[in-house]
């Protein structure tokens, strides 16, 4: 489809999960804002990614916050590979088993992949289309693949930071292929603030420039060193002019260094304004079955003031409850939360 704006063209290349279908919503989105700018009225990136709620969670590859949950549901509730990495680097589940097992033993029908369980597995056709087929018949959602191990997007060298971007090119096809919306990356770099936030915004719009063509956005998960200081990370957001890209605020991870941990709520408020997913980290419950180091309705609250409705991911990632149980506890908790917030967001 060509759109001309301004005399200038723009090719619109839509690439839906499923071979020869398109996506009439993620064009919908993208003239908006070409025939906005045509207007002479710019819309805020922020804006725009939180005005894109209005897509449906069964159209895959829409650039958005995120495949947005049913409004009367404030959000939905997926669940991170990552809450179950012992049994998959223990050999207990294949990545194969885990459509089935969300749903099967949680009741959870939209999962979060971690390349981590396949790394080997991102350009394999067959396996891609057995696993989607696993979806399929389960019937559950592949929502974003957790991408780790393939070099940082932020690095000083030129070369390195190109090796890279063009390591995720696999993942963000599999995304596709398996209808996603997003992969989840790193802003992983070194040097002083500033530098740092310039390398990480030059791999990730390098990056996003590639997964544009594939309707998957690429976000950024806090995830340690500067990422984890929610000011930084919320000032890359700013420099990248991709929009698809976003951020995946999580709950937990907001250590920067041994020495210095930033405050979870607050980070979380900086990143939501650019967010199309979310981690709802959790590490242990009391016996009221309230997460102990975060509270819930709290940061919940942060979430919804935002505008965010879409899917918040289960990551259970504690040690002294069993993870079958912690999944539970943080889903049952999610849970009375959405319940005891609806009066005043639905």
Not at 195 to 203: R, S, W
Request: charged share 25%.
């Amino acid at each position: 489809m060509i759109v001309k704006i301004k005399d200038k063209v723009r090719k619109i290349k839509v690439i839906a999960r499923q071979p020869g279908k398109r996506s009439p919503f993620i064009f919908y989105l993208v003239c908006l804002n070409c025939f906005a700018k045509a207007g002479g009225v710019m819309i805020n990136r922020r804006k725009l990614i939180q005005g894109a709620a209005i897509g449906s969670a069964v159209m895959p590859g829409v650039i958005s916050p995120s495949i947005f949950a049913q409004e009367e549901k404030l959000f939905s509730i997926s669940l991170a590979q990552w809450s179950l990495f012992r049994r998959f680097f223990g050999g207990e589940l294949s990545n194969l088993d885990f459509p089935a097992y969300a749903r099967n033993e949680f009741g959870i029908e939209a999962v979060e992949y971690v390349n981590q369980f396949w790394m080997d597995k991102a350009e394999d056709k067959n396996y891609l289309a057995e696993l989607k087929q696993r979806c399929d018949d389960n019937g559950v959602q592949s929502v974003l693949i957790m991408c780790d191990r393939e070099g940082a997007l932020g690095s000083p060298d030129d070369a390195a930071r190109r090796e890279a971007v063009t390591n995720h090119y696999k993942w963000v096809a599999a995304a596709a292929w398996l209808g996603c919306h997003a992969i989840r990356v790193n802003a992983q770099s070194e040097g002083e603030f500033e530098e740092q936030q310039k390398l990480a915004a030059d791999g990730l719009n390098r990056l996003c420039e590639f997964a544009n063509d594939y309707g998957i956005s690429v976000i950024v998960e806090n995830h340690g060193g500067l990422s984890s200081n929610g000011k930084w990370l919320a000032g890359v957001m700013e420099m990248v002019g991709a929009d698809n890209c976003g951020t995946l605020p999580d709950f937990g991870n907001f250590r920067i260094t041994p020495e210095e941990t930033y405050d979870h709520y607050l980070g979380v408020e900086e990143l939501m304004p650019y967010a199309r997913g979310v981690s709802a980290k959790t590490y242990d419950f009391d016996d009221n079955g309230n997460e102990t180091f975060t509270d819930f309705e709290r940061m919940m609250r942060i979430v919804l003031d935002s505008g965010y409705r879409g899917y918040v991911g289960v990551e259970y990632e504690g040690r002294i409850i069993e993870d079958v149980e912690g999944i539970r506890l943080t889903k049952s908790l999610l849970e009375k939360v959405r319940e005891q917030l609806r009066p005043a967001y639905a």
